[in-house]
Nanobody
Framework: QVQLVESGGGLVQAGGSLRLSCAASGRTFSSYAMGWFRQAPGKEREFVAAISWSGGSTYYADSVKGRFTISRDNAKNTVYLQMNSLKPEDTAVYYC?????????????????WGQGTQVTVSS
């Protein structure tokens, strides 16, 4: 079992930055690929970014490429999402997720564990 707890969400003006953190329980964190997803009201949960177990491979949605950076610290059992140049359309609840697969995946159905989410609101 893996438990995930996100933090770092909040209200920010357009153009601003936030860093989300996701702390994982368990001693096998380094065995999991990790992902970030988001869900805006009335919309499907969508892929944002993912990182392989080693951190050597990362993937991004086109909508955030060049603005967001995913990283992980396996010694701290934590994955991060640095979000820069935020736009109002980035407003959503952000979820971190873990998958047994060592390689990152962009498909939400391939993730095995989910956090409770953290709200990010970007004002114009």
């Amino acid at each position: 079992q893996v438990q995930l707890v996100e933090s770092g969400g909040g209200l920010v003006q357009a153009g601003g930055s936030l860093r989300l953190s996701c702390a994982a329980s368990g001693r096998t964190f380094s065995s999991y690929a990790m992902g970030w997803f988001r869900q805006a009201p009335g919309k499907e949960r969508e892929f944002v970014a993912a990182i392989s177990w080693s951190g050597g491979s990362t993937y991004y949605a086109d909508s955030v490429k060049g603005r967001f950076t995913i990283s992980r610290d396996n010694a701290k059992n934590t994955v991060y999402l640095q979000m820069n140049s935020l736009k109002p359309e980035d407003t959503a609840v952000y979820y971190c997720a873990a998958t047994y697969r060592p390689l990152a995946t962009t498909t939400k159905y391939e993730y095995d564990y989910w956090g409770q989410g953290t709200q990010v609101t970007v004002s114009s």
